[in-house]
């Protein structure tokens, strides 16, 4: 009971913060709430300055709601929603979507002459429901594995791992243990599941047919290479391994003082390398992937911009939005917080690929590999249930089998509550 | 003064003038609390009843279904069990340890030695902390390489388990987490000792008892009013058990710490299940309503109230 009084007092907050209609003839004041925080919001709100001093006739009020995500929920619940919103995740947007929360962008990105192909497949994609288009993207992630490249010399590896073979292989040569058989350092512990999976070939829902396919046979492969690695390392022992490293985001993280000799990451570990570990010699590579597995694959994700229907003022929305989201926003934002940008021609451009790293990790986002959230609007109870059923079977010794056999039996009953409301 | 007033309102049923304004007054300034109780609490509390026979997204109108929401929790979710178990574990674990530590805690506070009431301050100070800064503070307490608990485990030869991040450990890890707080129930147990008559214990000494008579025989009986009130109240807070592992571990190692609470929480917020969530909190209701009336039921055979008999 206490919390539906919590409920209440954030409906007040909202009124109170929320956007109001504007009155009298100029400049139309935009909402506009945003997720990132710190020297990323910063970044972002300098940007709507240089938006506002640039659009006499728009004024846009930038509000942090990091930290207090269920104020988005409930704002649109309230019908009181700012104009613009990016503090919504990609794997919310169908779910907004199909309830009519969110305004289709179509019509304005015909009107603003911008076209799909500006984006990478797996973006645009993540950006549609039901042949609309739903949201914009200013920012996104690859991931791949970084590995320590004096670490691979002392193994005497070669060759780059491109298999899961070659990766099994490279991980065992890199896993070093003391005379008493305690870990001075392991090659690699794979994460993610709902990545893995692609990359075993597998899929979590069949668009054309509607379909759940969490047991698909390659998704159960995945978990189960990925539980392997926890029997063959003895999981207990990596926890206990693991409880020594320093956070990753410091000068004791486990990948720059070599206590892994791979790590699975993104392109953000290039600012923590230049910042913890400068004289670390390490390069990168995609996920390798089984026969029959998908190349250069990873999933997509992040924050997505949108308009909410019940916005007062959806031309000037449209207008912020197609700024914030356009090339040069883009290109500034995703420089200055060290993301990947998710339009291709930014990506391309020499700002980014004088890195070589930023070169790779564009190229793999844009990859036809690279999947964003399905189109479908229970993704995120679904991915809660992908990361139970991962540690059930790798921490907890569990069948993967027998977990994605019920991942796909919760998420079938979930998939018909969801669109039976409507 | 007070019983005039009731004797006259019982001479005269219907109310004079001045009565009646003294009433309008009376009402008027609670207002501002009648209001926001009917608002928020009257209001939420019928919703909730109703979004629970709905379906209820809470971004389009409710969608009356039935029973649904109770028979699916109570048949086909094997979390929702789970979850259930997770609660039962700390209310037939953590809530006895927390009763007796604290009542053993205020029986050390209750003895008269210099300083003592230093010592009661000191005791006291831990549940002044915010239940989010004291997750925080542990999280760091428990970890398994460099928390305190384990450093201090390893100089005595034990190596500390994993804490958090062991699913067997995590619910006893939150028990002993629980028994940083049991100041506040001890100074009310140290208040219910104080007003222990010494007379009783003159009476029982001359009687020959030693301290454990004393301590079966006086002061437990003589307490069991206020050990009542701290069990109905630890009774209702464990099952309200969300805090504490929302922040710090948000029910994992593998749903070792997914509470009932928190299960309940995460249907409501994350999934935006709000009629399926309404339902689970209905059922926590009358778990705990049933748990509550049981105690009371079986308070007639333990609990002593000065100046009443047992009949």
Redesign the interface.
Known sequence: MRYSRYILLFFILVALSGCSGHQGKMPVEITYWTGWSGHEFEIQKGLVDRFNAGHKNIHVKILSVFGSYQKVTIAFAGGDTPDVLSAVWAEQLAGYAMRGALTPLDSYLAASKRKPDEWSPGIWNMLQYKGHTYGMAATTNATFIAYNKQIFREAGITRLPQTIAELDDAAAKCTKYDANHRFIRYGFRPSGLASWAYVFGGKWYDQKTGKITANDPHNVQALQWMASYAKKYDIRKMQGFESTFGSAESVSGPFFVGKIGMWQCGEWVEQFTKRYAKDLDWGYFPLPYPPGGRPKSMTLGGSVFVIPSDCKNKKEAWEFLNWICGPEAVSDFCKGIGNVPPLRAVAGSPRFTKSPLFAFAGNLVSSENAFGPPQMPVWRTYMDQIVRAEDFAVLGGRDPKKMLDDVQKIMEQEMTDATEVL | MAKQIIDKNLQRPKKSKAARRNLFNGLLFASPWILGFI???VY??S??LYYSFC?Y????PP?WIGMKNYTRLLT?D?IFMHSLWNTMYMVIFGLPIGLVLSLALSLLLNIKVKGISIYRAIFYIPTLVPAVALATLWMWLL???IGLVNVLLSKIGIAGP?WL?D?AWAKPALIMMGLWGIGGSSIIYLAGLQNIPDHLYEAAELDGANSYHKLRHVTLPMLSPIIFFNLIMGLIGSF?YFTQVYIMTNG????STLFYALYL??R??????MGYASAM?WIL?AITLVCTLLVFKTSAKWVYYEGHTNE
């Open positions: 608002v928020f609490t939420a509390i919703a909730s379906r997204d809470i971004l389009t969608h086909d094997v970890n398994t390489d994993g991040n699913p309200q994992g190692p593998q749903d929480f995460n409501a917020f994350v999934d935006l299940k909190a209701f």
